[in-house]
């Protein structure tokens, strides 16, 4: 965390600035994959949800025993829906 602590403040008016326009979301056409972790905080898994209902071609998975830093701590918590959203090698 003391690595990433000097760019939260960024992250987070990143984060603030999406919220006050989340219907910006729907003109993004690509396909995306939102991926949350079922033992995340309330406040993302509700983000998560609100975001896939934006995006026109959004694709959610909310991994059960996953939580937020799971991709870094505990990958192999989601990376089957990686493979299965990219296509395993």
């Known amino acids: 965390m003391a690595e990433i602590l000097p760019t939260l403040s960024h992250d987070f008016r990143l984060a603030r600035e999406a919220s006050e326009n989340p219907d910006r979301f729907r003109a993004l056409t690509p396909k995306v994959m939102l991926v949350g972790g079922a033992k995340s905080p309330k406040y993302l ?45």
């Open 45 to 89: 898994t509700e983000g998560l949800h609100l975001l896939a209902g934006l995006l026109p071609h959004a694709e959610k998975v909310l991994v059960e025993e996953a939580h937020h830093l799971s991709p870094s701590g505990h990958p192999h918590h989601v990376l089957p829906a990686f493979e299965s959203f990219l296509g395993k090698p």
